[in-house]
Antibody, heavy 119, light 109 residues
Framework: QVQLQESGPGLVKPSQTLSLTCTVS??????????WSWIRQHPGKGLEWIGY???????YYNPSLKSRVTISVDTSKNQFSLKLSSVTAADTAVYYC???????????WGQGTLVTVSS | QSVLTQPPSASGTPGQRVTISCSGS????????VYWYQQLPGTAPKLLIY???QRPSGVPDRFSGSKSGTSASLAISGLRSEDEADYYC??????????FGGGTKLTVL
């Protein structure tokens, strides 16, 4: 059974960089064929796709966030990461990592982690 | 304002059949698969329907999905109290962007 777990600071100051890591267990990131994904949910709102990194290293980012987002993979640790720069209060959200068997085909999700942007 | 349009709310009584719609365009629903996710209060979303109308193992056959043109629907038959949740449609857009609908809050009366 694949499991994903987000980790990282729960509080980030405005203008700084939000950094989160997703640790995958029960399966190998380097096994191929999957899209490793980040999604966020603003408080009381709907889901927003942030981006994917395909096992080959190709990345796809939400155009509205593209200038500030970087998703990377560390196969040695079976982890993938999200960096979102120049954050504001509008980036306060629950951040989820997920495994994609296809584009938007997200079959396993982490439990989510709340990140608050505040001074 | 989401590119995929869902009604904000839906409701039904136990045993009823309810449907939730998701409207998109030729660049997303019209040319790509539709997925549905169920989010129970305080939990992560869960895949409910994939590739328009397929159910993952463990999802009851009370849940079904369909797609026609640039719209899709999720149907829930034999409504139960535990179906009370938020439901999201999702699709890829040919502009190389992942999309989610705005979500529909289902209330079981």
């Amino acid at each position: 059974q694949v499991q994903l777990q987000e980790s990282g600071p729960g509080l980030v100051k405005p203008s700084q960089t939000l950094s989160l890591t997703c640790t995958v267990s029960g399966g190998s990131i380097s096994s191929g064929g999957y899209y490793w994904s980040w999604i966020r949910q603003h408080p009381g709102k709907g889901l927003e796709w942030i981006g994917y990194i395909y096992y080959s290293g190709s990345t796809y980012y939400n155009p509205s966030l593209k200038s500030r987002v970087t998703i990377s993979v560390d196969t040695s640790k079976n982890q993938f990461s999200l960096k979102l720069s120049s954050v504001t209060a509008a980036d306060t959200a629950v951040y989820y990592c997920a495994r994609g068997r296809g584009l938007q085909f997200l079959d396993y999700w982490g439990q989510g982690t709340l990140v608050t942007v505040s001074s | 304002q989401s590119v995929l349009t869902q009604p904000p709310s839906a409701s039904g009584t136990p045993g009823q059949r309810v449907t939730i719609s998701c409207s998109g365009s030729s660049s997303n629903i019209g040319s790509n698969y539709v997925y549905w996710y169920q989010q129970l209060p305080g939990t992560a979303p869960k895949l409910l329907i994939y590739r328009n109308n397929q159910r993952p193992s463990g999802v009851p056959d009370r849940f079904s999905g369909s797609k026609s043109g640039t719209s899709a629907s999720l149907a829930i038959s034999g409504l139960r109290s535990e179906d009370e949740a938020d439901y999201y449609c999702a699709a890829w857009d040919d502009s190389l962007s992942g999309l989610f609908g705005g979500g529909t809050k289902l209330t079981v009366l």
